[in-house]
């Protein structure tokens, strides 16, 4: 059985700080994986979907990395706003999306 | 593109009343969509999967005759919660993912529906 996990369950920055949110998970048979953004009380926001069989690709200030061989996803965040502050969450895809906590993180100005 | 959206966004209701949440693919045409649940600083829990035309796949543990899915078109599930129960209070959210998609498989999700059972 798929298991996503997502360490530390909560991150406090200063504003402007460089930061990597981490996912682990245990069967490396997936598709693809994906990040999310989640504001309170609010649905998903997808923010990259990797593919397992092509490079990770940057948007913006977001840079996501996959080493499927180690269960591993990392999600760059860079130069750190105020706004950045949500729950992330990642989630790997095989026949379906097993989802990890999330990572509450807030950027304080 | 790839917009989802869920009606009501928010529902407060007695116990033992159905509720009905419905999940709509705007701007693609879905063949499948899935309903998760969430509990508060939890993950999101598949609940069913739904596909046009035929009977929802449900996950262990989530009782069908409570959960009614129907997905009567290739734009529109619905999720009827049956006999609510507070327990059953929760955060629904669906998700759609289009015909078509490839081998990225990439779901699209709802804004939610905050169910409170009082």
């Known amino acids: 059985k798929q298991e996503v996990t997502q360490i530390p369950a909560a991150l406090s920055v200063p504003e402007g700080e460089n930061l990597v949110l981490n996912c682990s998970f245990t069967?490396?048979?997936?598709?693809?994986l994906q990040w999310f953004r989640q504001d309170p009380g609010k649905g998903l926001t997808s923010l990259l979907l990797?593919?397992?069989?092509?490079r990770e690709q940057t948007s913006g200030r977001l840079n996501p990395s996959l080493d499927k061989s180690s269960g591993r996803s990392t999600l760059y965040i860079a130069a750190s706003q105020p706004g950045d502050s949500a729950t992330y969450l990642c989630a790997v895809a095989l026949k379906k999306l097993t989802f990890g906590k999330g990572i509450t993180l807030s950027v304080r100005p | 593109g790839a917009v989802v959206s869920q009606h009501p966004s928010r529902v407060i209701c007695k116990s033992g009343t159905s509720v009905k949440i419905e999940c709509r693919s705007l701007?693609?045409?879905?063949?499948?969509m899935f309903w998760y649940r969430q509990f508060p600083k939890q993950s999101l829990m598949l609940m069913a999967t739904?596909?046009?035309?035929?009977?929802?796949?449900?996950e262990q543990g989530v009782e069908k005759d409570k959960f009614l899915i129907n997905h009567a078109s290739l734009t529109l599930s619905t999720l009827t919660v049956t006999s609510a129960h507070p327990e059953d209070s929760s955060f629904y959210i669906c998700?759609?993912?289009?015909?078509?998609?490839?081998?990225?498989?990439?779901?699209?999700f709802g804004p939610g529906t905050r169910l409170t059972v009082l």
């Open positions: 701007d693609f045409q879905a063949t499948t």
């Open positions: 739904s596909n046009e035309g035929s009977k929802a796949t449900y």
């Open positions: 069967d490396s048979t997936i598709y693809n």
């Open positions: 998700s759609a993912r289009r015909i078509a998609s490839g081998i990225s498989n990439e779901q699209f």
């Open positions: 990797i593919q397992s069989s092509q």
